[in-house]
Each structure stands twice: as C-alpha cells, then as structure tokens.
C-alpha cells in the first residue's frame, strides 16, 4: 500500500515538473525576441533578419499587443521603438518595468537629444540602438544582454546551490537533502528522489532562500535609418 509520504513526494514532482516546462528547462530552443515597432516594413524586416540569424523573431504594433503577448509566451528579449505613434514608449517601457523583467533594447532616433536614452536606461532598459544602426550592430546587443541574463541566472543558481529553493509552500533544502512541505511537515526521499528534485529545481524559475533562513527601412550597408 502506497504511503502518504510516497503521495506527497509525487505532488512535489509533478508540481515541479510543470514548472520545469512552464519556463522551457532542458528544451533545446531558439531565443525569442519580440520587436515592438508600429512600422510594419520595420517589423517585417527585423523578423527576417532575426530568423536568419537562428532566433525566432516576432513583432507587435503597439502596447496593448506586447502586453498581449508577454504575458502569453515565454520571451527571452524586446527591442522596443520609442516611436509607436499614439503610444510613448517610455511610458511604455515603465509599465512593462511594473510586472516584467524581461531584457529590453530601446530604439531611439526620433529626437536628438540623449534624455530619452538615459531616461530608458533608468527606467530599466538593458541597452540601446540609436538609428541608424546596423543590423550586426542590433544582433551583437542582443547577444550580450543575452550573456548577461544567462551569467546573472547562473550566479542565482549558484546562491540557491548553497541553501535550498521555495515553490508553493514547499522547500527543498539541499545540505540536508531534505523536502519540507507546506505544512512544515518533512517529506522523506530517496537517493534517487533527491537527484531527480535537485535535477528539476535547477531548471525551475523558483524563488532560492539564503543559507541563514532554514539551513528598413534599410539604408546601403545594412543600417537603419530613423523614420523620422
């Protein structure tokens, strides 16, 4: 007869295994950048060039569409125009900051001045295109801000290697191989039950605790230009 326990520690790994693919763990995927630009021959042409260099590019026209879209599929960076017609993207950029940390890239070029830059940058842009901007130029920004995401989320995992890792009440401390459930009541595992957690809460986007708590328009040369 099957224990509560044994109940109790297939809960944790199913529970653990549908975030595991929530965020796309251990799927060999393309990275995908979501252009927000109310130009459709810049939208169309940012795709193109994106797809051909092996990431999987799509493209929206105004806030309401990225919020949309954020919020429905997993995406891995935005290149956001400041230029969306009735839409400051600014203003923009700070309500995504409200409730998303994804990485952005601003594009600017309708004003001269560098306030909106700086201002982008303050309000939580990861980096800048001024136009005209070469596309080589685009992708080399995109692959740093990449690096640096990746580099930041292996130093979080480092951090969580040496204390333990939190989702829906339950905790995995991992000194002590031990599971703790949301009533605080331990759940025994396996040698091969706590590999396979430890395995699954690497690859999940829960929260770690700290040791101390519980243990074109394209121009010649392949250049954008403003459309302003």
């Known amino acids: 007869m099957r224990t509560q326990a044994w109940h109790s520690r297939q809960k944790v790994f199913v529970e653990m295994e549908w975030q595991m693919r929530r965020s796309g763990c251990g799927i060999d995927r393309q990275k995908r950048v979501l252009v927000v630009d109310d130009d459709p021959a810049m939208r169309q042409m940012l795709v193109s060039y994106l797809a051909e260099q092996g990431i999987r590019a799509s493209?929206?026209?105004?806030?309401?569409e990225l919020t949309r879209r954020i919020a429905a599929e997993e995406t891995d960076l935005v290149i956001l125009d400041l230029s969306l017609g009735?839409?400051?993207?600014?203003?923009?950029l700070h309500?995504?900051?409200e409730w998303s940390e994804v990485p952005v890239i601003i594009a600017t070029g309708a004003r001269p001045d560098e306030a909106d830059r700086v201002i982008g940058l303050e309000l939580g842009a990861d980096d800048y295109v001024i136009k005209p901007f070469a596309l080589r130029e685009l992708l080399a920004r995109i692959g740093v801000v990449l690096r640096r995401q990746a580099a930041a989320r292996t130093s979080a995992q480092s951090q969580t290697e040496r204390g333990g890792w939190r989702f829906g009440g339950w905790q995995l401390q991992r000194r002590s191989r031990r599971l703790t459930g949301p009533d605080g009541a331990p759940v025994a595992l396996t040698r091969s039950e706590y590999v396979a957690a430890?395995?699954?809460?690497?690859?999940?986007?829960?929260s770690p605790f700290a040791r101390t708590s519980t243990e074109h328009h394209a121009s010649p040369g392949g250049h954008i230009r403003s459309k302003h």
């Open 198 to 206: 430890r395995r699954l809460s690497q690859c999940t986007p829960a």
């Open 86 to 92: 009735p839409d400051d993207g600014l203003h923009v």
């Open 95 to 97: 309500e995504l900051r």
């Open 59 to 64: 493209a929206v026209a105004n806030r309401h």
